[in-house]
């Protein structure tokens, strides 16, 4: 049955590719309606992204006002979040009310605070009384554990786990499939490499990778032939 509720005008903030990515997932969802983007006026290299019209952030509350239109802030990790923390301070202080979108294919049970601008995407977990500060991006197959507390401008990659009762300070970074153990703390601003295995709590700012898997010493045509053979 279609929703009786008047979707939300959204202005997508972002010309890159996680912009991109937010177009298509708030495309599909009744409750949100795109009606343009927005970005430095320095990255604009076209009037439109998407079919929508895309405005300098410089002017964008004249041209889409603060009172009737929402934002979301849709940029990466960079500068370890450090910029999309910017835009969404600064997108606030122009007076807009940014929103979160979860998919309905996220778990996220009732008991849990999500803050603003934050998404979280198909298939992410939340468990029970799991809190996201504001501007933090959960993505798919994500797990954030029960009573596990997630800082502001964090990014959580694609099948990371963060265990039970950890405490994560503000704009770190974890890397895809790696996993946080339960009950500590992870520094602001870290760094956490896909695959790590993280058992203690870590300092601020912190990096921490694993090696990349080696190189095998036969080439994939020769490492057949011997697999057929065995």
Same mark, same amino acid.
């Given at each position: %049955?279609?929703?009786?509720?008047?979707?939300?005008?959204?202005?997508?903030?972002?010309? *890159?590719?996680? +912009?991109?990515?937010?177009?298509?997932?708030?495309?599909?969802?009744?409750?949100?309606? =795109?009606?343009?983007?927005?970005?430095?006026?320095?990255?604009?290299?076209?009037?439109?992204?998407?079919?929508?019209?895309?405005?300098?952030?410089?002017?964008?509350?004249? =041209?889409?006002?603060?009172?009737?239109? +929402?934002?979301?802030?849709?940029? *990466?990790?960079?500068?370890?979040?450090?910029?999309?923390?910017? @835009?969404?301070?600064?997108?606030?202080?122009?007076?807009?009310?940014?929103?979160?979108?979860?998919?309905?294919?996220?778990?996220?049970?009732?008991?849990?605070?999500?803050?603003? &601008?934050?998404?979280? %995407?198909?298939?992410?977990?939340?468990?029970?009384?799991?809190?996201? /500060?504001? &501007?933090?991006?959960?993505?798919?197959?994500?797990?954030? *554990?029960?009573?596990?507390?997630?800082?502001?401008?964090?990014?959580?990659?694609?099948?990371?786990?963060?265990?039970?009762?950890?405490? %994560?300070?503000?704009?770190?970074?974890?890397?895809?499939?790696?996993?946080? *153990?339960?009950?500590?703390?992870? /520094?602001? @601003?870290?760094?956490?490499?896909?695959?790590?295995?993280?058992?203690?709590?870590?300092?601020?700012?912190?990096?921490? =990778?694993?090696?990349?898997?080696?190189?095998? @010493?036969?080439?994939?045509?020769?490492? %057949?032939?011997?697999?057929?053979?065995?």
């Amino acid at each position: %049955m279609p929703s009786t509720l008047t979707p939300t005008k959204i202005v997508v903030f972002g010309a *890159g590719k996680i +912009a991109d990515v937010l177009h298509a997932l708030l495309a599909d969802d009744p409750l949100f309606s =795109i009606v343009g983007a927005t970005c430095d006026r320095a990255f604009i290299a076209s009037p439109e992204m998407n079919g929508f019209p895309i405005v300098p952030f410089e002017e964008v509350e004249a =041209i889409f006002p603060p009172t009737e239109f +929402a934002m979301v802030v849709a940029i *990466g990790y960079q500068e370890i979040n450090s910029l999309r923390a910017d @835009r969404f301070r600064q997108a606030q202080a122009k007076g807009y009310r940014l929103i979160s979108w979860v998919s309905p294919r996220a778990s996220v049970p009732k008991g849990c605070s999500i803050g603003a &601008n934050c998404i979280i %995407m198909d298939g992410a977990s939340l468990q029970p009384h799991a809190r996201l /500060g504001d &501007n933090v991006f959960v993505w798919n197959g994500a797990v954030v *554990g029960h009573h596990a507390t997630i800082g502001d401008h964090c990014w959580l990659a694609s099948n990371c786990t963060i265990s039970s009762t950890v405490s %994560m300070e503000s704009s770190c970074f974890v890397g895809v499939n790696a996993a946080i *153990g339960q009950d500590i703390s992870i /520094g602001e @601003r870290s760094i956490i490499g896909a695959a790590a295995v993280i058992t203690r709590s870590t300092v601020a700012g912190g990096v921490y =990778i694993v090696p990349d898997t080696e190189r095998y @010493r036969l080439d994939s045509g020769r490492f %057949m032939k011997i697999a057929r053979m065995s």
